[in-house]
């Protein structure tokens, strides 16, 4: 019953996108961001419901127990996967350097699908995510240095944290590999598949965290150096 949000956040996102580009006259970027500005803020409110309702399962369950135990965990996935299957188009066409993201994103979805566990993990993944995103989107949609310099905070705090929780997650991958399944049901290769897809999302945010900073010092540090000289 689930697998109805996937065609449903496809056909959405895709219909806003065309009314912002056609209806309201706006550029490709704009209309791109103003989608992901959605996404972004419904996922990250999703996912904090998500956690909030089923947080008595967050430290031990989040990884491995199953999907169908976290309803709102599953919706969550599913609305993800349409939004990530239309932007991959954008992706593909306009804006390559995500690609990587994107792809990362939708294996651990799908991933996560086969072996019916990691839902509950990848809620908590979105709504921690979404929070830097989505400054990132009000960003766009309003360059200016404020706006810019709360983006680069929000976006540290948030990739900070979801340092911290992937090492959550990489220790109950490593509790079911060192003591075994216990109550957990998955395919034998779920752990590692798990463990791989939450490094690697890690890695490409860290690397998406750099490349701000760098910008940022460029951006202020380098002029107040250039007029010293």
């Known amino acids: 019953m689930y697998f109805v949000t996937v065609p449903m956040s496809f056909a959405l996102c895709s219909g806003?996108?065309?009314?912002?580009?056609?209806?309201?006259?706006?550029?490709?970027?704009?209309?791109?961001?103003?989608?992901?500005?959605?996404?972004?803020?419904?996922?990250?409110?999703?996912?904090?419901?998500?956690?909030?309702?089923?947080?008595?399962?967050?430290?031990?369950?989040?990884?491995?127990?199953?999907?169908?135990?976290?309803?709102?965990?599953?919706?969550?996935?599913?609305?993800?996967?349409?939004?990530?299957?239309?932007?991959?188009?954008?992706?593909?066409?306009?804006?390559?350097?995500?690609?990587?993201?994107?792809?990362?994103?939708?294996?651990?979805?799908?991933?996560s699908e086969l072996a019916n566990v990691f839902g509950l993990a990848n809620a908590v993944n979105t709504w921690i995510t979404e929070v830097g995103s989505l400054m990132y989107s009000a960003y766009l949609m309003n360059r200016s240095d404020a706006a810019y310099v709360t983006f680069v905070g929000f976006y540290t705090v948030s990739r900070l944290y979801f340092a911290y929780w992937s090492l959550c997650v990489l220790q109950q991958v490593y509790q079911v590999l060192s003591h075994g399944p216990g109550k957990f049901s998955y395919p034998v290769w779920a752990p590692y598949c798990a463990a791989s897809l939450q490094v690697l999302l890690l890695a490409v945010n860290g690397t998406f965290l750099a490349t701000h900073w760098q910008k940022f010092v460029k951006k202020y540090f380098g002029k107040s150096d250039k007029k010293k000289r």
Request: proline content about 1%; some cysteine; overall charge negative.
């Open 16 to 111: 806003l996108f065309l009314i912002s580009f056609y209806g309201l006259g706006a550029m490709v970027e704009q209309s791109c961001s103003r989608v992901s500005a959605f996404h972004h803020f419904f996922a990250m409110c999703l996912g904090l419901w998500a956690h909030w309702c089923y947080r008595d399962h967050i430290a031990e369950d989040a990884s491995f127990g199953a999907n169908d135990q976290f309803p709102y965990a599953v919706l969550l996935q599913h609305f993800n996967i349409g939004y990530f299957l239309y932007d991959t188009v954008h992706v593909a066409v306009w804006d390559q350097k995500f690609m990587l993201h994107h792809i990362v994103a939708i294996s651990g979805y799908a991933t």
